[in-house]
């Protein structure tokens, strides 16, 4: 079994509808962080969290929220899609640090596509 | 504020050939620097990760350096062939989290 799942992994939604994207990890890590990936942009940080009660903005968070449910999981909104949220979502973990090396792991993406 | 860039964005070499993948980053107090393969439509895979106090790292036919003074890395890949095509992208980390560059598309023609 994959160690960072994502669901769903393709999702077609129009204007204006709440869309919730949902990851969960098996690695036992505390931090975790989403991203969306857009041709000729790169990955771009949207929020990330370094344990369950730290949730933190990142570079994009603007029609986002996230909530971190558990450890394993940390699920990211879109309260009102727009067409330009259509991008590749991923989200990933990685250890504190104190025994490990910040090396993230990523899950397999998920395709949100918004008309 | 942190900037990573990768030159070239795309590179095509016959089979065979050894190569390089370059990496910048524009503020040296990184904590580590990592690199990933992408194939098309696909998840992000690690390939190596040089912690701060290193100066490289192998594995197989890769083999990444980190030159932290002068902000750069090398991702460098040994008697390509056509399975290392894919999109290789690296990311500095620091604060605990990771800036990406934009990735260098590779192709590897049999």
């Known amino acids: 079994d994959a160690d960072v799942t994502q669901t769903p992994r393709n999702r077609i939604t129009k204007t204006g509808k709440r869309i919730m994207l949902e990851c969960s990890q098996t690695?036992?890590?505390?931090?975790m962080y989403w991203y969306r990936q857009d041709p000729g942009l790169g990955l771009r940080l949207i929020y990330y969290?370094?344990?369950?009660?730290?949730?933190n903005k990142g570079e994009i968070s603007d029609g986002y929220s996230v909530s971190r449910q558990a450890q394993a999981k940390f699920s990211l909104s879109l309260e009102s899609a727009i067409p330009n949220q259509t991008a590749l979502y991923f989200c990933?973990?990685?250890?504190?640090?104190?025994?490990?090396?910040?090396?993230?792991?990523f899950g397999p993406g998920t395709r949100l596509t918004v008309t | 504020k942190q900037e990573v860039t990768q030159i070239p964005a795309a590179l095509s070499v016959p089979e065979g050939e050894n190569l390089v993948l370059n990496c910048s980053f524009t503020?040296?107090?990184?904590?580590?620097l990592q690199w990933f393969r992408q194939d098309p439509g696909k998840g992000l895979t690690s390939l190596l990760l040089?912690?701060?106090?290193?100066r490289e790292q192998t594995s197989g036919r890769l083999n990444a350096s980190l030159d932290k003074s002068s902000g750069r890395s090398t991702l460098y890949i040994a008697a390509s062939q056509p399975g290392d095509s894919a999109t290789y992208l690296c990311?500095?980390?620091?604060?605990?989290?990771?800036?990406f560059g934009q990735g260098t598309e590779l192709s590897v023609k049999p």
């Open positions: 990933a973990t990685s250890d504190a640090g104190t025994v490990g090396s910040y090396e993230q792991y």
């Open positions: 690695k036992g890590h505390d931090r």
């Open positions: 969290s370094f344990d369950v009660k730290d949730i």
């Open positions: 503020d040296s107090a990184i904590y580590n």
């Open positions: 040089i912690q701060s106090s290193q």
């Open positions: 990311a500095a980390s620091g604060g605990g989290k990771l800036i």
